[in-house]
């Protein structure tokens, strides 16, 4: 029972980070690598302010002032500078990873000892909080008319541009407002964890992934609120099953990176799988119609 309650509370921290990538991922359909630098970027601000006496709010601030910044720095390279979406977004997470050692000034830094937004509050309680206000914010945003511009950028640039609208502009916003909720989410995990490290931030798309695609699998996505519960449930339902396999005697901690790709995986291959299975009968289904009706058919001409 207790493992499922840390697992709903690791899903409820990673979920701000879900709602990042579903931004990118779903919102924009851009391939932003920048995920694996930013997260790691908003846990070195958070733990480096706090451990030197700042308050946790104030670093929670900072952490996602970070990753607006480097979200906005992908999407200048991609729009401004002609480069690849998914070259921009490796470039800036390699750039990320010296400028998070610059930061820290080390590999990891301890915040043992120090008063983090969980040390008077039950952590579950304060994630849920900031994750449902996270959440409505978006679903406002996104039914604004900048919220409808970068929507409708993600679905048919050529078109949007057609109406005048300036749809670099509002790559680099959602950018930026996804690599904030990462780094959001990093600040968040650094201050529960207890520390931040430098490689913190590793796979975590992968991970984001993960809980937007189950979400969507599980939940649907037929309207921007559905959708981002769905990704905030995704995370939920991403941590539960993670620690459901570790149960298995012959799994280890060490083989968390490739239970998520077998997830990732079985989540992607499952809807093709459906679909095909769906196709297959929709067609046998038709063709036992045809034959039908060529007997019936026959059967008059006979008469």
């Not at 207790?2 to 991922?25: H, K, P, W």
């Not at 189950?214 to 559905?226: K, M, N």
């Not at 959708?227 to 083989?255: M, N, Q």
């Amino acid at each position: 029972m207790s493992s499922m309650i840390g697992a709903t509370e690791l899903g409820l921290l990673y979920a701000l980070m879900a709602l990042g990538v579903y931004i990118t991922f779903r919102i924009l359909d851009f391939p932003d690598l920048t995920v694996d630098g930013s997260f790691t970027t908003g846990g070195a601000i958070a733990a480096i302010l706090i451990a030197n006496g700042y308050s946790p709010i104030l670093a929670c601030v900072a952490a996602f002032a970070g990753g607006l910044i480097a979200g906005a720095c992908t999407g200048l390279l991609h729009t401004k500078g002609k480069i690849n979406g998914l070259l921009s977004g490796i470039l800036m997470m390699i750039a990320l990873y010296s400028i998070n050692m610059r930061i820290m000034g080390k590999p990891n830094i301890s915040l043992l000892g120090v008063d983090t937004l969980f040390t008077s509050m039950s952590p579950i309680a304060v994630v849920l909080i900031i994750v449902i206000v996270f959440k409505l914010l978006l679903d406002a945003f996104l039914h604004t008319d900048l919220g409808l511009s970068l929507r409708a950028t993600g679905d048919n640039a050529r078109m949007i541009r057609s109406f005048g609208a300036n749809t670099d502009r509002t790559t680099i916003l959602g950018l930026s407002l996804s690599n904030g909720l990462v780094a959001l989410s990093g600040a968040l995990i650094a201050q529960q964890s207890g520390f931040a490290d430098i490689s913190m931030g590793i796979g975590m798309i992968v991970v984001g992934l993960a809980s937007v695609i189950i979400g969507e699998a599980i939940f649907g996505a037929r309207s921007v609120f559905q959708a981002t519960l769905a990704a905030v449930l995704g995370s939920i339902v991403y941590r539960i099953v993670v620690a459901l396999a570790l149960r298995i005697e012959w799994l280890k901690a060490s083989d968390l990176k490739f239970i998520t790709a077998i997830i990732v995986i079985i989540a992607l291959v499952l809807p093709y799988v459906q679909r095909a299975i769906n196709q297959k009968a929709n067609a046998k289904r038709r063709s036992a119609e045809l034959l039908e009706l060529a007997l019936k058919m026959n059967k008059g001409g006979e008469r």
